[in-house]
């Protein structure tokens, strides 16, 4: 979903100014005089002026102080519904472009003041929705975005929405959105990979039995027992516990696990046979009728609760090399002995020893933490 630009300024001035201008004439035209308000004429006068100036910041950029010119030009003209609609595209915009600079909450804020005085509005619901989904807030997400597809066909909406309904392990309004889209375009390249991925894990988990606990989702078919499953509930929050303390974690929603055979791990997650787990949105386990030992089902089970919480603290910009880095440390994994270099360890020191580029590693950085 690419961010409505700002109009320039000589586009703004040559169109939208007659647009504005006439809105006002419009909703003042019915107006009855009021003793205790200026003359007619003077307001105009003042919300004109008001208008071309907020016109004229909005196209620099300087979007606060064009959204309070809007709005008190609205407040001038209350019968004005064009400069409703002004006032929410302001926001709109100020919007765009805080969740551009990484700051999705503000975002949010600022989408919803925008839908205040242009309720309708399709760009500000579906940015609203982006909004909430970056902010970590997915459950936020469904109604303005179902609301935004509902009134006009979007299909990168409508993947979306079945990318957050297939995390939410709701597999059948996911397939809607999907098919819906393959009917106006059936060479959507995204659509048919996510559409194929989600049926493929419905036909494997047909069947499957959840255990439900305040944090967890637990489906599984009939392995492993019911004392392994207690187990498994039991190192699940046991890793709960250690990742959310580390990181700081509090999770808004319960995280679906689903164990498999191993077989069957492979056919659903498609991944290389040395992977002992994944997470996609949903921990995957590969655990049969017989438990491995303790120890290490606790270390998966650590090692993957990690990238679910390393994806969704850094919003699920985490390079590769780190989400693995943090869950391996998360999971208490022995340090290479590659890295233990003479002397203290430095950034530096560790670069020479995998022939890694910094130039590399901090344009990673800089992209995770919007530096």
């Known amino acids: 979903m690419r961010p409505i630009r700002p109009l320039t300024l000589v586009a703004l001035l040559a169109l939208g100014l007659g647009t504005l201008a006439l809105g006002w004439r419009e ?28 016109i004229r910041l909005y196209a620099a950029g300087q979007f606060p102080r064009a959204c309070e010119r809007f709005s008190r030009a609205a407040d001038d003209n209350p019968a004005s519904a064009a400069l409703r609609v002004d006032v929410g595209s302001c926001f709109e915009g100020w919007g765009w472009q805080a969740l551009r600079e990484g700051r999705p909450d503000e975002a949010l804020l600022l989408f919803r003041q925008g839908l205040v005085d242009a309720p309708e509005s399709t760009t500000l619901l579906k940015g609203l929705g982006l909004a909430a989904v970056h902010a970590g807030r997915p459950d936020d997400a469904f109604v303005p975005l179902e609301r935004a597809v509902r009134a006009e066909f979007d299909p990168e909406v409508r993947v979306l929405l079945a990318h957050l309904y ?51 989702v637990l489906k599984y078919r009939g392995a492993p027992g019911t004392e392994a499953r207690r187990t498994i509930l039991g190192l699940l929050e046991v890793a709960a516990e250690r990742v959310d303390r580390a990181l700081r974690w509090e999770p808004r929603e319960r995280l679906t696990v689903v164990l498999y055979e191993r077989g069957q791990f492979q056919d659903v997650t498609r991944v290389h046979g040395w992977a002992t787990g994944l997470f996609d949105g949903k921990i995957r386990l590969p655990i049969g009728p017989a438990l491995p030992p303790a120890a290490q089902v606790e270390r998966l089970i650590v090692h993957e609760y990690a990238h679910a919480a390393i994806h969704h603290l850094s919003r699920g910009r985490a390079p590769r090399w780190l989400q693995e880095g943090l869950a391996q440390a998360l999971e208490g994994a022995a340090v290479d002995p590659m890295l233990r270099v003479p002397g203290s360890v430095t950034l530096a020191a560790t670069l020479r020893v995998y022939g890694l580029r910094l130039a ?3 344009s990673q950085w800089h992209r995770l933490l919007g530096g």
């Open 27 to 54: 909703g003042r035209r019915h107006e009855r005089p009021d003793a205790g308000r200026p003359p007619a004429h003077v307001v105009a006068r003042d919300s004109r002026a008001l208008i071309e100036e907020a």
């Open 166 to 216: 297939d995390s939410r392990d709701d597999p059948a309004r996911a397939i809607a959105h999907l098919r819906a889209v393959l009917e106006r375009e059936p060479d959507n390249a995204g659509a048919l990979r996510l559409l194929e991925k989600v049926e493929r894990e419905r036909r494997a988990e047909s069947g499957f039995h959840r255990d439900v606990t305040p944090r967890f």
């Open 360 to 362: 590399e590693i901090e």
